[in-house]
């Protein structure tokens, strides 16, 4: 542990716990099985968390790469998203996390939402969470999908133009397909609202 320590705090920012078991190091690469890491803020409130099968560390570079990641998002002693990756890098002094590949957000309290992308861009000196690239939202009511998104402090995603939409039957069948321009998606109300540029058109649907 205290050799990870000494590679990963930087700057006094953010207190970081871990578990690794370090089996390989040369000058440039270190790498490390079954690492387990939390980071917390200065006044010792956790962020978040990465669990990884098989991760490596850039004394260059000075970033984490990770396989196969978890990360739980935290909102005080609760989680709030659980977030899968192929891969994830952690960098800028522990405070930009990027995931990549085949992500998949999910929260506990909302066991029909899900929320995937190619990638996904988190600096945790903002509140807000950026997905790029193949955006789908699915849940028993409507599918939303986009190039682009944007999930908010406040449990909203916004999708932006252009945004195509499914909305489902009682039967969790395709009801009808529309194209939109930005839609966003309240996961605290289950609603979807789609707004044009002119902000003269505006619908709200609540299910």
Sequence with gaps: ???????????????????PN???ENKVIQKINSLEMNIFSKKGVKIYSI?????????????????????NIF??????YIISSEKSTLSDNNKLLKLIGNV????????????????????IEEANYLLVGN???????????????????DNIIEFFNPVKYILKDENNDNKYEVNSENAYYNLNTKSVSFEAKDKRVKSIIYF
Excluded: Q
Excluded at 51 to 71: A, G, V, W
């Design 1 to 19: 542990m205290s050799n990870i320590y000494r590679l990963i705090i930087f700057l006094p920012l953010f207190m970081l716990g871990c578990s």
């Design 75 to 80: 909102n005080g002693e609760e989680t709030k």
């Design 135 to 153: 955006i789908r939202f699915e849940n028993k009511n409507i599918i939303l999908n986009s190039g682009k998104a944007i999930l908010g402090s």
């Design 51 to 71: 669990t990884s099968p098989k991760s490596s560390y850039d004394k260059i570079e000075l970033k984490l790469r990770f396989e196969k990641p978890i990360i």
């Design 104 to 123: 998949k957000l999910k929260t506990l309290k909302k066991d029909d939402d899900t929320l995937s992308a190619d990638n996904f861009i988190w600096n």
């Design 22 to 24: 370090v089996i390989d």
